[in-house]
């Protein structure tokens, strides 16, 4: 059994008081393992990426932004009801954005270094 606040699981299922607390309770699940993800995928990086500030927000158009100047790296909300491989593959390519600010063949190139299998992910989030 894990408890959280006034959250608790407990044979396979989240208890709360209110749809509030599911909520709060599910952001911060959701951020610990998006950070989780965005620090094991930073440190495979062998292009000197600056250290990435992680932002998460509910996005109708995109799966992931990345600003440059500010070193943010955000991730959409949505990407949580897809497989992980979907989280993984956004965090790689925005990532890449770092080194190459757009989607030259160069760019391509290294996000298929770090995510060989990277067009059928991108396939599968393009159909999502």
């Known amino acids: 059994m894990y408890g959280f606040l006034d959250t608790e699981i407990r044979d396979n299922k989240i208890y709360t008081k ?3 607390t599911l909520n709060n309770y599910l952001i911060k699940y959701i951020t610990s393992i998006y950070q ?3 620090n094991y995928w930073y440190n495979m990086f062998e292009e000197g990426v600056p250290i990435p500030n992680l932002k998460i927000r509910k996005m109708t158009s995109r799966w992931g932004v990345c ?4 070193h943010n790296v955000t991730l959409n909300l949505e990407l949580s ?3 992980i491989e979907c989280l993984d593959y956004v965090i790689v390519h925005e990532l890449s954005h770092f080194i190459y600010p757009n989607h030259s063949k160069e760019f391509w190139n290294l996000v298929s270094k770090y995510y060989p299998n990277y067009k059928i992910v991108r396939k599968k989030l393009k159909n999502a």
């Open 36 to 38: 989780d993800k965005l």
């Open 18 to 20: 209110d749809d509030e």
């Open 67 to 70: 600003n440059i100047k500010n």
């Open 81 to 83: 009801k897809y497989d």
